[in-house]
């Protein structure tokens, strides 16, 4: 496993994340869980990247209680604030970063937190109250770093531009061979600005692991087939997806790579990516993951994966 250091933090992060989106506490059972955690820290993946929201607080419960017994400074730790808890609560006032902060250390059994990711951008709060309380949460020793999940150019700019309050050292934006958004103004002001890339969604939720086959039903025990993890995977199911992610296999065989490590390491030959977040259903998939870390592919394959996933017509 090779690591990468994390914006202008003192973090060292493991190019593959361990990410617990629809699956822990909810798609997956709690031993399949925790046997994927093990694996984690077996294969050397030290950043386990979680949210309130994922399960309302059951992920992060699950994994206070994996974690319990592992020493604290072995791990990197981020969780999240933004979308509806319990009766609704949610954003990033002053008072939600307070009770929410406090609860997320409760239920993942620590003092802190090593990155502490606002999971979208609050418009009805203003940024300086958002900002003055992330960086008293810094300042309490509950929190090391702050990061931003899907901020906009403007509004990753203005929180550069406010004085006197913490500053952000990671965006966790969604980023694979089939979505290239960031590349055009998110990744370039974050390079310029001490801020790394932890991006979720390499595999487009799966579908760039190339185990979903043109005109074949879904398998059984695919993500896609499971009504607990598939959401927002339609557009990644689309036919002509399929058929452009089927033509890339042979990409990855001239590589000497699987289909899932060709574009986890597409994702990572970007040097502003710090690490790539993939969820597993099971501990094998990790295995398999892990190995895309410091792969080297001849950039003329990567070329040629683009032109096919430029072709795909738009939805």
Same mark, same amino acid.
């Given at each position: ?113 090593? /990155?502490? =990711?606002?999971?979208?951008?609050? *418009?009805?709060? $203003? ?8 960086? %008293? +949460? ?64 390499? /595999?487009? =939720?799966?579908?760039?692991?190339? *185990?979903?086959? $043109? ?8 993500? %896609? +087939? ?90």
């Amino acid at each position: 496993m090779q690591y990468r250091q994390l914006g202008d933090s003192d973090l060292k992060v493991s190019e593959i994340a361990l990410g617990t989106w629809l699956t822990f506490g909810v798609g997956i059972e709690r031993d399949q869980a925790i046997a994927s955690i093990d694996k984690a820290f077996d294969l050397g993946i030290n950043f386990i990247d979680t949210a309130n929201v994922y399960g309302v607080g059951a992920a992060e419960s699950l994994l206070g209680e994996a974690l319990k017994d592992r020493q604290r400074d072995n791990y990197i730790l981020g969780t999240k604030v933004f979308f509806p808890m319990e009766g609704g609560e949610h954003g990033l006032s002053k008072a939600q970063i307070e009770k929410q902060l406090d609860a997320s250390l409760k239920r993942l059994g620590t003092d802190y937190i090593d /990155l502490y =990711q606002c999971h979208r951008y609050d *418009k009805n709060t $203003p940024l300086e109250e958002t900002m003055e309380a992330l960086s %008293a +949460a810094v300042t309490s020793g509950k929190v090391r770093y702050l990061g931003f999940s899907e901020w906009s150019p403007a509004n990753i700019q203005a929180s550069l531009d406010l004085p006197g309050v913490e500053k952000f050292v990671s965006s966790q934006p969604q980023y694979s061979l089939l979505w290239r958004r960031p590349e055009e103004k998110v990744i370039p002001l974050c390079a310029a600005n001490g801020i790394s890339q932890v991006v979720w969604s390499p /595999l487009a =939720q799966g579908v760039l692991s190339g *185990k979903y086959v $043109p005109g074949q039903p879904l398998p059984g025990d695919s993500r %896609a +087939a499971q009504d607990t993890m598939n959401r927002q995977m339609g557009h990644w199911l689309r036919p002509e997806v399929i058929e452009a992610v089927h033509a890339m296999k042979p990409l990855a065989e001239a590589a000497g790579v699987t289909l899932a490590q060709f574009c986890l390491a597409w994702v990572l030959r970007e040097p502003n990516v710090a690490a790539a977040i993939v969820g597993v259903s099971r501990p094998e998939q990790l295995e398999q993951n892990a190995a895309a870390s410091g792969l080297v592919i001849d950039p003329a394959l990567f070329a040629k994966a683009e032109a096919l996933a430029e072709e795909i017509p738009a939805a």
